[in-house]
């Protein structure tokens, strides 16, 4: 998904504690060294929410509100 993200111009933070092959421009890779998936979660989540909570302030948005979506199926 972090690629089709890239490929039509979204930028990306991807967050893992696997081995990844993914290389684009707009895909920053954050590596956790955490095999425990409970404790990865905690070491990804955290930092993010701080980030974004003061990242929407700065930018005049409100975290959590989606300003641009589409539906991905189609009626039949």
Do not use: C, W
Not at 44 to 51: C, E
């Amino acid at each position: 998904m972090a690629e089709d993200i890239a490929r039509f111009g979204g930028k990306v933070v991807l967050i893992t504690n696997v081995e990844t092959k993914i290389a684009h421009h707009n895909i920053l890779t954050v590596s956790i060294e955490e095999e425990d998936e409970f404790l990865f979660s905690i070491q990804s989540i955290i930092p993010i929410q701080l980030f974004i909570g003061t990242y929407t302030k700065q930018k005049g948005y409100e975290a959590g509100s989606f300003a641009h979506g589409a539906k991905v199926t189609e009626v039949e």
